[in-house]
């Protein structure tokens, strides 16, 4: 545990009246999860204290959760904490005026390439943000108060970025904070009918995917999904962008990657792997991310077929010089 981190942060959350939330653009259930649990546990622990989750994006499949706060002004902004949760980058925070605050608070789970914070909490063993949260509330557990919303928001942010527990990443103190999450009264059930339930017409799409995906000569499994299919199934960009998850246990293929045009010119690139990394070729795309989970973007068919050739190559190499992939 980084207790001196911890302490850190604790510490500059007291000294202001004002704090603003944010999180990255194109938000997932760790990035909603993290940064409402961290705002309900703060203002139940500093009723006095004006406390917002405001961000410029968000995603309909996590509508769910509610809407988040209403864009204060300026000065609100230039006397307020920032603290910006499961965000890598500056460049990735969902409101570029978080700048514009007093001090800027980081806490994020990802490998540390931008310490844009003036504290920066950065702690790539862990499986989520909302684990550094729920990590967080344990630490200072004397000092924090914490409810079954909290515990939801939070719990919902470990079992979406853990693949529901399962990543390597997950470990007894996962379990543990998730179990005293559950301890607060959580509606799990209602929780995954949330996350799990589908459209009938995501499930044609699931059946396209399956029938339309590619696997490279070494195991590179890929799906290109056009603007125009995008419309043919009434998708939206995030609904097109689970075309991910359907291939992620094919024997033999230890990559696989979703291909979504963003409407833009640009196509946003979802690689995912096991046991072989894959960041490192998303930062070659203008991305990053996980090892094993990151994003990228290129800008044309021939980019992506590029990118293909090259996790084509990656993935040949990996299985030649390693054994017990399966
Ligand atoms: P996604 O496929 O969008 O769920 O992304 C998987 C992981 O990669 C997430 O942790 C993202 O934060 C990260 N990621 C996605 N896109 C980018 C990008 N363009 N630059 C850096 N990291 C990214």
Redesign the pocket.
């Known amino acids: 545990m980084q207790k001196e981190k911890i302490t850190e942060v604790l510490n500059t959350i007291k000294e202001y009246d004002r704090i603003i939330i944010f999180r ?1 653009f ?1 938000p ?1 259930g760790d990035a909603v999860g993290s940064t409402k649990g961290l705002a309900r546990i703060l203002k139940l622990s500093f009723p006095n204290k004006d406390i917002r989750v405001v961000n410029n994006d968000y995603s309909e499949y996590l509508a769910f959760t509610g809407g988040e706060d209403s864009v204060p002004d300026e000065e609100f902004y230039k006397s307020a904490l920032a603290i910006v949760v499961d965000t ?2 500056a460049s ?1 925070v969902s409101d570029p005026l978080y700048k514009t605050c007093d001090k800027v608070i980081k806490i994020d789970h ?1 490998i540390p390439v931008d310490s844009y914070g003036d504290v920066n909490w950065e702690d790539a063993t862990k499986s989520s943000a909302s684990e550094m949260i729920a990590e967080f509330y344990y630490a200072c557990q004397d000092e924090l108060k914490i409810d079954s919303e909290a515990a939801e928001y939070i719990y919902l942010g470990m079992v979406t970025d853990s693949g529901r527990f399962r990543y390597e990443s997950v470990n007894g103190d996962t379990m543990r904070y998730a179990g005293m999450l559950l301890d607060q009264g959580i509606n799990t059930e209602l929780l995954y009918a949330n996350l799990y339930m589908k459209d009938f017409g995501l499930y044609r799409f699931e059946a396209y995917v399956y029938s339309h995906m590619k696997i490279t000569e070494s195991g590179v499994a890929y799906i290109y999904i056009d603007e125009k299919l995008q419309k043919k199934f009434g998708l939206s960009t995030e609904d097109a962008s689970t075309a ?1 998850s359907y291939m992620d246990a094919i024997k033999g293929s230890l990559i696989w990657m979703a291909f979504i045009e963003n409407g833009d010119g640009t196509t946003r690139v ?1 690689l995912r792997s096991r046991f072989v990394t894959v960041n490192k070729l998303a930062e070659k795309y ?5 090892a094993c ?5 290129v800008h044309s068919k021939a980019e992506a077929r590029k990118l293909i050739k090259e996790a084509d190559a990656h993935l040949k190499e990996y299985k030649e010089t390693h054994e017990g992939w399966l």
């Open positions: 990255h194109r997932d890598a980058t990735r990802h991910v979802r203008s991305g990053g991310g996980h989970a990151a994003g990228a973007t």
